[in-house]
C-alpha cells in the first residue's frame, strides 16, 4: 500500500486563484521532503526540498514566492501554487525517505496532483 | 549539474521478448542508481538500486541493471517481458550521499500480448 499520500489528486483552478496540495507520509516521519513537477513527455524535474521546521530549499529558477512550501509536521509538506496561470498546469509530484536514510531507505513517491489551471 | 539520458523514449515489444532500456548519466562523482517504474494511473515504484557492491544489481518481477562505470551506464535488463510490464520507466540518480534525484525523460514500455 502507500506510504505517501498526496492529495488531491487533480483540481482545476482559475487563473488568479491559489492551489494547495498536500504531501502525508503514512508509516513513518519524514524530515525532508521534495517535490517534483513532470510536464507532459518529460521527465520529473525537482522543484524544491522540503526541511521539517525550518525554509525549504529550492531549485534553480523555481520561483519561492509562487510555489510556497510549508512542512510543519514531521508527516504533513504542502505546496501551495500561489497566484495560478496555465502555465502552472502541469503534474506534480511528492517525494519522502524515513530519517537516517541510506541504501536501506529508499524515497517514496505520492501519486501525484493534476493541476490545470484554466 | 549531473543529468541523466535515456534514449529510448517508447519501446514496443511482444511477451517473451528480452528488454534492455538504456540509461546514461553525466556525473564524475560516486553516484547512487535508481530504476523506478510507473504503471498506468499508478505512482513510481522503485524497481531497483544501486549504491554499491556488485554492480550487477537484481530487483523485483525479474528485472536487472548492470552499473559500468566507464561508460557512464545503469541499463535495465529482463530477459522475458511479461504483459504486465507494460509501464513507463525512469532512471534516476543521486550523489552519493544526497537524496535529491535527478530523474531521465522516461521510456515507455509496451508489450503486446
Known amino acids: 500500500g502507500a506510504v505517501v499520500s498526496q492529495h488531491p489528486s487533480w483540481v482545476i483552478c482559475k487563473s488568479g486563484t491559489s492551489v494547495k496540495i498536500e504531501c502525508r507520509s503514512l508509516d513513518f516521519q519524514a524530515t525532508t521532503m521534495f517535490w517534483y513537477r513532470q510536464f507532459p513527455k518529460q521527465s520529473l524535474m525537482l522543484m524544491a526540498t522540503s526541511n521539517e521546521g525550518s525554509k525549504a530549499t529550492y531549485e534553480q529558477g523555481v520561483e519561492k514566492d509562487k510555489f510556497l512550501i510549508n512542512h510543519a509536521s514531521l508527516t504533513l509538506s504542502t505546496l501551495t501554487v500561489t497566484s495560478a496561470h496555465p502555465e502552472d498546469s502541469s503534474f506534480y509530484i511528492c517525494s519522502a525517505a524515513p530519517p537516517h536514510g541510506g541504501e536501506n531507505s529508499p524515497l517514496h513517491f505520492g501519486n501525484g496532483t493534476r493541476l490545470t489551471v484554466t | 549539474a549531473q543529468s541523466v539520458s535515456q534514449h529510448n523514449h517508447h519501446v514496443i515489444l511482444s511477451e517473451a521478448a528480452s528488454l534492455e532500456l538504456g540509461c546514461n548519466y553525466s556525473?564524475?562523482?560516486?553516484?547512487?542508481l535508481f530504476w523506478y517504474v510507473q504503471y498506468p494511473g499508478q505512482h513510481l515504484q522503485l524497481l531497483l538500486k544501486?549504491?554499491?557492491?556488485?554492480?550487477l544489481v537484481k530487483g523485483i518481477k525479474g528485472f536487472e541493471a548492470e552499473f559500468i562505470k566507464s561508460k557512464f551506464s545503469f541499463n535495465l535488463r529482463k530477459p522475458s517481458v511479461q504483459w504486465s510490464d507494460t509501464a513507463e520507466y525512469f532512471c534516476?540518480?543521486?550523489?552519493?550521499?544526497?537524496?535529491?534525484?535527478?530523474f531521465g525523460t522516461g521510456t515507455r514500455l509496451t508489450i503486446i500480448p
Open positions: 556525473y564524475g562523482g560516486t553516484v547512487n
Open positions: 544501486y549504491f554499491s557492491g556488485d554492480p
Open positions: 534516476a540518480v543521486s550523489k552519493f550521499g544526497n537524496e535529491k534525484l535527478t
